[in-house]
């Protein structure tokens, strides 16, 4: 008998339009049960801050369509809070409105308050100015940090409470999440992790919430919590308590990128492997991270180096167009299985092993009319034949799985994939002209910073989070350096380096930059006799998530700002760090140093003798000085914009310039070669950091790519040799239809010169589908129609992408015709693939005939 009964009653809703009431949900090990319906849930994850509100509801039906019954995210703790106990619920902010319009669509939602989140999420979702409190620790049994997760996880829980978001009350939400893939680096905690991971649940279980709490990655969740899988691939995981059901919280759809890295690719027949195995395997609640990856707005991106763009390869594109193969094939599987659930929700449970154990045969019983549902699947790399007996013969892909209505009636294989494929380019709207962009510009104000000028002073190098507050990607060091000589002075500057990039001037004059995760940075610089002035500029590209071993050495250090945790106090005890093997994701990866944090600074003579400026008075400048002007604003006044002459190449510069928006209504892009690295801006809304300048390795796309075999981030990459980023999302909300304003800040030097404006449409779409099912073609909206077929063959078509398709031996006569008088002029159509529909005999063709065809979107 699969799954027993919990005893646990909990009170949730139907999350149907309308619906208001509140209903029992109770859940065993087979089923999450609202309102005595048994259900499997199909959930997606949807970031209401890497979209737009305008975006959110195009969104949400689009997963709503694509077969999802559930909305998943996370809440991300310094967006909301970014000083303490000051509130941002605003705009892309207000998750209570994101899940108001998920219940309007009926779908039910998932509430991961974490709090930390990671989700490549700047500094994984902490506010800095919690890592500035004296003696606090992360993630750990520490009062102060305990103190302030609960603070905020009952604000959020208030909330969504007053607003009646949890299913008790009638609301959507029908599981909650506390902390965050804390199992898997949580032994060096030791004991105080243990007593940590026991107050997260009964701080949660305590807020009375009436929806059950879970805790992804935690493999000694305590029993009044469910614990929860994350990965690829989580048909093996096991509930630590047989009496709660298998959920998993994140199935990595694709993967994120960095700059400098190629295009990450997971392919539709192995996402959809994964979650059929899934469900084979008695899994219960499955969410796709991401169902929409989006955009890190501003200063969002964490990392250090994740790109703005978060893509992730996820059913539905950064600007909310269907990825497609893969959200239709994902669709079809998800209406195979709930065409099947109340089959598996209830029912006893038969595992039968074929071909050396390559095979495997799942068969669920129905415990209340004795109806059956089979998964066949296939694990191995070749192709496999399995007789089933009186349930018929089967040839099983490889690496594939078969869903079998009643067992003997094959309708979805995870390798079969009979929806389009869309080519989506980025080019100039059809009804535009290319628009010759006036540019201004305007240098950025350094001559403060070249000249010592700081805000406030200490005679240590202060770590870049202790001294920004996270207020800016920039921060300025500066000292004076005597030359006691009466002739110039040949050195060598070198300065030990914790952030991303560093820019160094003596002078004023710049002697060098570079960039990485650390390096340490040396550069030949010229003293002149008398004082100098060193000014280093740190920037960072996301804050660091390390692991690291901490050296403790308490200094005290004058702050220009109060920390909100001790009110007026100004000065409090810094640690000085020091690390090794940093990586993505660790321990104690709020510790990691930014910035110059401690150094040294040093400077070596052609004697080599080295002196070290470390414990010199170093003077510090939080942001660049058009950041605090607002420079990015057009309405701010404050910024000399220079017409003509336009200075290009030139580090720290400002660009200004006007623009038409581009017609229709499809997602608009700026392209943005030519440039180096800064900040982009439209309106005065971010846009976030660019940085086109910066390319993936020439090697290592082979354009092939298998989808057999375990998927892994370094698999089937593109992109190669390209800019990681080029294109960056301009959403619709941010743009006027008269003029609007671009800004650029250009940190490294560049040339706006090409910097252009397109939007991003369906051009080109193919479809492959076999004998038997139906073949959906669109053009996925923004006024598109079809206005030409390219190809279409009946019978046994060669290729199996967009531009190889080829007749083969057999082929209906009437394959483009009947093609041409379903789909030419309209957005989309449908193409039952009968022999009936082309007029062929029943002996026509092969054992597998198929559809092939390419049209074209105008």
């Not at 199935?251 to 492997?273: I, M, S, V």
């Not at 209406?335 to 095979?359: F, H, M, P, R």
């Not at 910024?639 to 608009?668: C, D, H």
């Not at 139906?774 to 206005?787: D, P, V, Y």
Request: net charge neutral; glycine share 10%; proline share 4%.
């Amino acid at each position: 008998m699969r799954g027993s009964w919990v005893s646990i009653l909990l009170i949730a809703s139907l999350s149907l339009i309308g619906s208001c009431s509140a209903a029992a949900v109770e859940y065993d090990s087979s089923a999450v049960i609202i309102n005595g319906e048994r259900k499997i849930i199909l959930s997606g994850s949807i970031h209401y801050p890497r979209s737009t509100v305008e975006m959110w509801s195009d969104l949400i039906q689009k997963a709503k369509d694509g077969g999802l019954d559930t909305i998943e995210t996370y809440i991300f703790w310094n967006a909301h809070e970014p000083r303490r106990r000051e509130y941002n619920f605003t705009g892309n902010l207000d998750f209570v409105k994101f899940f108001q319009k998920v219940q309007e669509a009926g779908l039910h939602g998932i509430l991961r308050i974490g709090p930390y989140a990671c989700a490549e999420w700047n500094y994984g979702g902490f506010p800095v100015w919690l890592h500035n409190i004296p003696e606090i620790k992360f993630r750990t049994d520490n009062e102060i940090f305990k103190n302030e997760m609960q603070t905020f996880t009952t604000k959020i829980v208030n909330m969504a409470k007053e607003a009646k978001l949890f299913a008790s009350q009638g609301g959507p939400i029908i599981l909650a999440q506390i902390e965050n893939e804390y199992g898997n680096i949580m032994g060096p905690y030791g004991e105080a992790g243990k007593s940590y991971v026991q107050w997260c649940a009964q701080m949660a279980v305590a807020q009375n919430i009436g929806v059950p709490w879970i805790m992804c990655q935690q493999s000694d969740a305590p029993s009044s919590v469910i614990n929860t899988c994350n990965g690829f691939y989580c048909d093996a995981f096991t509930p630590n308590n047989p009496k709660n059901l298998k959920i998993w919280t994140e199935n990595w759809t694709g993967w994120f990128k960095k700059w400098g890295q190629k295009d990450p690719h997971r392919t539709a027949e192995d996402l959809a492997f994964s979650v059929a195995r899934f469900f084979q395997q008695n899994g219960v609640v499955q969410n796709y991270y991401m169902y929409h990856g989006g955009t890190n707005f501003g200063r969002t991106s964490g990392g250090p180096y994740i790109t703005t763009s978060y893509d992730y390869d996820a059913p539905l594109d950064e600007y909310g167009n269907l990825n497609q193969p893969k959200w239709g094939h994902l669709k079809k599987l998800h209406a195979a299985l709930k065409l099947g659930e109340k089959i598996l929700t209830n029912s006893t449970v038969k595992a039968t092993k074929y071909s050396d154990g390559w095979v495997e045969l799942t068969t669920f019983t129905s415990n209340i009319n004795g109806e059956r549902l089979c998964f066949l699947s296939n694990t191995k790399m070749d192709d496999l034949n399995v007789d089933l007996q009186q349930d018929g013969n089967y040839s099983v892909p490889a690496w594939s799985v078969s869903i079998l209505q009643d067992c003997n009636q094959e309708i979805y294989n995870t390798a079969k994939v009979n929806v389009q494929t869309s080519l989506i380019v980025k080019k100039l709207h059809e009804n535009d002209t290319p628009q010759k962009l006036s540019w201004e510009w305007a240098p950025e104000p350094t001559k403060a910073a070249l000249l010592g000028r700081g805000g406030f002073k200490a005679t240590q190098l202060l770590e870049q989070k202790a001294a920004t507050n996270d207020q800016s990607d920039y921060l300025w060091y500066m000292t004076r350096v005597v030359n006691n000589g009466t002739s110039m002075k040949n050195v060598t500057l070198r300065v030990k380096y914790s952030g991303q990039f560093l820019h160094a001037f003596v002078n004023g004059k710049e002697i060098g930059s570079q960039n990485d995760y650390s390096f340490t940075f040396e550069k030949p610089a010229l003293l002149k006799p008398g004082r100098n002035i060193i000014s280093l500029l740190s920037a960072t590209v996301g804050l660091q998530v390390l692991m690291l071993t901490i050296v403790r050495t308490v200094h005290r250090v004058q702050l220009p700002f109060p920390l909100a945790s001790v009110n007026s106090m100004k000065e409090f005890s810094q640690n000085s760090l020091s690390y090794f093997s940093s990586q993505n994701y660790g321990e104690f990866f709020d510790e990691g140093p930014e910035g110059i944090a401690g150094g040294p600074v040093e400077l070596i003579d052609n004697s080599n003798t080295t002196t070290d400026l470390s414990s010199n008075e170093w003077s510090y400048k939080v942001g660049l000085v058009g950041e605090g002007r607002r420079f990015y604003n057009p309405t701010s006044g404050h910024a000399k914009w220079v017409s003509g002459n336009l200075r290009v190449g030139s580090a720290m510069t400002w660009y200004k310039t006007t623009f038409r928006a581009p017609s229709g209504t499809e997602p608009v892009v700026v392209d943005l070669q030519g440039m180096g690295k800064g900040h982009a801006w439209v309106n005065g809304n971010s846009l976030g950091r660019f940085w086109p300048t910066l390319t993936a390795d020439p090697n290592g796309c082979d354009g092939k790519c298998d989808y057999r075999g375990q998927y892994k981030e370094n698999k089937c990459l593109s992109n190669c040799g390209n800019p990681t980023q080029r294109w960056y999302h301009v959403p619709r909300s941010f743009i006027n239809n008269g003029s609007n304003t671009l800004i650029l800040f250009e940190e490294i030097g560049g040339n706006p010169s090409n910097v252009s404006f397109q939007i991003t449409a369906t051009e080109t779409i193919c479809g492959n589908a076999y004998e038997g099912t139906t073949l959906e073609l669109s053009c996925n909206g923004g006024g598109r129609t079809i206005s030409d077929i390219q190809f279409a063959s009946f019978g046994d078509a060669q290729g199996s992408t967009c531009g190889s398709f080829q007749r083969g031996s057999v082929e209906a006569s009437s394959s483009l015709s009947v093609v041409e008088k379903a789909c030419i002029g309209k957005e989309s159509c449908s193409i039952n693939i009968l022999k009936t529909t082309f007029a062929v005999e029943d002996s026509f063709g092969v054992d597998n005939n198929r559809l092939a065809v390419q049209a074209v979107c105008k």
